[in-house]
C-alpha cells in the first residue's frame, strides 16, 4: 500500500525530455486532450462512439469532470520547492508517478496491438498498466511484453468458471487481480446504436463504409492484424480461449454477470495468493465489506460513466471511503485529464489514480511513442503543480490544499 507518511530520500526523477528530444510529429500534442480529435479522425465513428460515450444521457461521465471542477487549490508559497519527487509506492512496487493506465476493452481493435503498445508504454515510463478481460491479445502475451502488468476480469457468477480463470492468470505471473464489479448486465448505450456499434460486431452497409472512410484504421489496424494475427478474438474472458469478435454466440460467453456477489470475492481471496482488487464501486458500505472480504484494494469508478446513468463520480464518497480504508488502498479513476486533477484526488483521499481514454487516444494517435508522450505530459504537469502548490513531494499533498469553490 502506497505510504504517503514515507520521506523522499530518493533524488528527483526526471519528468520530461526537453522538447527537442520529442519527436516532431509529437511536439503537436501539450496535454492529454490534444490526442482525443486526432483518434477521432482516424477511427471509424462507430468505434469512436463507443470508446467515448457513456450510458443514456451521459450524466454520469459528465459528473466525473463537474465533481473534480468543484475543488480549487490554496497553495503555499516561499517553500524551498527544489528536488521534488513524484515517485509513490502502490502494493509494494515503487512507480514514477501517482496515476496508470486502466483496463480498457477492445483497445487492439481501436490501436494496432493496441494492448502491447501500452504496456510497452507504461514499462518505459514506469507506470502500472491494467489488462482487460475483454483485450484482444492474450494475457500471456501481454505479461510477457511487461512485467508489472495487472489482469482485470469481467466475472461471471460461476465458480467452475472463475477458479480456472483464477490459476490461468496466476500460471502466467500475474500478481495483481482487480475483479470489476459493476457489470452484472449491459448498460444501455443508446450512442453505441446510433453509431451502428453492437456486440458482436457485424458488418452493416452503414459499418462498412464507416471502415472503407477510414483508410488509416483499415489498412493500419484492422488488416494488418488479420494478416499477421488471424481474426481477433477475446482470449482472456475465462481460462480457455473466447469467441471471436464477429461471433454470434458472443453473449451468451459473457453471461451469468449478474449472478455474481460477494462470496465468489473470498473464494478468489481464498485461491489467489496475490493483491486482490475490486474494481467500480462508490458506495462506502461496498467499500466496507470489500474490506472485510480480504481486499488489498479498491477501486472507486462509475465505470467512465458507460454503465448507470447518473451512478456519481467516485471523486463525491472519496473523502469517506478514505476514512474507512484501516491499511487498504484507495484508487479512483474518472475524467482525470490534467495534473490538478490528480492532486485533487490525492488530496481527497486517494493513494493512486487512473487514466483511461487518453491514453487510448494517444495510442490510436501515435502509438507507443503516442502514450509515451503522454505519460511525460502528464507528469510534467505533476512536477510543475507540486512546484506551484509549495510542496516537493506526493506525500506532502494533503486536504488542506483544496476547497470547494
Do not use: C
Not at 503537436?28 to 443514456?56: C, H, M, N, Q, T
Not at 490534467?338 to 487516444?361: C, E, M, N, Q, S
Amino acid at each position: 500500500m502506497l505510504d504517503k507518511s514515507t520521506a523522499v530520500t530518493a533524488p528527483p526523477a526526471t519528468v520530461t525530455r526537453t522538447e527537442s528530444a520529442v519527436p516532431r510529429a509529437l511536439q503537436k500534442y501539450l496535454a492529454l486532450d490534444d490526442f482525443e480529435p486526432v483518434a477521432r479522425r482516424r477511427i471509424p465513428k462507430f468505434l469512436y462512439g463507443y470508446i467515448s460515450g457513456g450510458a443514456e444521457t451521459d450524466a454520469a461521465m459528465r459528473d466525473n469532470r463537474k465533481a473534480l471542477d468543484e475543488y480549487g487549490f490554496v497553495p503555499r508559497v516561499l517553500n524551498d520547492v527544489s528536488g521534488r519527487d513524484q515517485t509513490t509506492t502502490l502494493f509494494g512496487k515503487t512507480y514514477a508517478s501517482p496515476f496508470g493506465i486502466p483496463p480498457m476493452g477492445s483497445s487492439a481493435l481501436s490501436a494496432y496491438r493496441g494492448d502491447i503498445v501500452l504496456t510497452k508504454a507504461a514499462k518505459a515510463e514506469n507506470v502500472p498498466m491494467i489488462l482487460s478481460a475483454s483485450s484482444l491479445i492474450t494475457l500471456e502475451d501481454v505479461r510477457a511484453a511487461n512485467q508489472a502488468a495487472w489482469y482485470q476480469a469481467y466475472l461471471a457468477g460461476l465458480p467452475e468458471r472463475i477458479e480456472p480463470l483464477v490459476d490461468r492468470v496466476a500460471a502466467a505471473g500475474y500478481d495483481t487481480f482487480v475483479v470489476t464489479a459493476d457489470v452484472p448486465v449491459p448498460p444501455n448505450r443508446e450512442n453505441n446504436i446510433r453509431n451502428g456499434f453492437q456486440v458482436p460486431l457485424a458488418i452493416t452497409p452503414r459499418v462498412f463504409w464507416d471502415t472503407v472512410t477510414h483508410p488509416h484504421w483499415l489498412f493500419g489496424t484492422w488488416a494488418r492484424t488479420m494478416m499477421n494475427f488471424g481474426m481477433p478474438h477475446f482470449e482472456n474472458m475465462d481460462a480457455k480461449r473466447g469467441p471471436p469478435v464477429l461471433a454470434k454466440n458472443l453473449m451468451r460467453n459473457i453471461g451469468a454477470r449478474d449472478q455474481l456477489a460477494w462470496k465468489h470475492v473470498e473464494l478468489i481471496r481464498k485461491r489467489w495468493k496475490g493483491k486482490l482488487v475490486v474494481k467500480g464501486l462508490v458506495s462506502p458500505a461496498d467499500a466496507r465489506i470489500a474490506r472485510e472480504s480480504g481486499v488489498d484494494g479498491v477501486m472507486l469508478s462509475n465505470h467512465g460513466g458507460r454503465q448507470l446513468d447518473y451512478t456519481m463520480s467516485g471523486l463525491r464518497t472519496l473523502p469517506e471511503i478514505a476514512t474507512e480504508a484501516k491499511g487498504m488502498t484507495i484508487m479512483v479513476d474518472g475524467g482525470i485529464r490534467r495534473g490538478t486533477d490528480v492532486i485533487k484526488a490525492l488530496a481527497l483521499g486517494a493513494h493512486f489514480v487512473w487514466v483511461g481514454r487518453p491514453f487510448l487516444y494517444a495510442a490510436i494517435a501515435g502509438g507507443e511513442a503516442g502514450v509515451q508522450r503522454a505519460i511525460t505530459l502528464l507528469k510534467a504537469e505533476i512536477d510543475r503543480n507540486l512546484a506551484l502548490l509549495g510542496i516537493r513531494s506526493i506525500s506532502e499533498i494533503t486536504p488542506d490544499l483544496v476547497r470547494k469553490f
